[in-house]
């Protein structure tokens, strides 16, 4: 089932590029299971990030994943964990 994930970044735009650039190094399968990814600015700063994933198992595979490249890149940890919930609906527009 298909799992909503929503967490706040205490990251610059800069921080949060350089990360997904790291990642994406690590080839296409490094985000196994992601079905949409959304990165928001917030005003005070700090991203807002929103993504679907296909189960819960994959979401927590790529936090995994995602956690030591982080910590080498020395970014800060979230204040708190990711919101986690399963979808009830999920669809692109002409899909």
């Not at 196994?32 to 990030?49: K, Q, Y």
């Not at 929103?50 to 940890?77: C, K, N």
Request: a negative charge; proline letters at 8%.
């Amino acid at each position: 089932m298909a799992v909503f994930m929503q967490i706040r970044l205490p990251v610059t735009t800069g921080q949060y590029d350089a990360l997904m650039a790291r990642m994406r190094r690590e080839g296409t399968d490094f985000f196994h299971g992601c079905l949409a990814h959304v990165a928001v600015p917030e005003p005070g700063g700090g991203m807002l990030v929103t993504d679907v994933w296909e189960t819960e198992d994959d979401q927590q595979a790529f936090e995994r994943r995602m956690l030591p490249i982080a910590a080498e890149l020395g970014l800060a940890s979230p204040a708190n964990p990711p919101q986690v919930a399963k979808v009830h609906a999920f669809w692109l527009p002409g899909g």
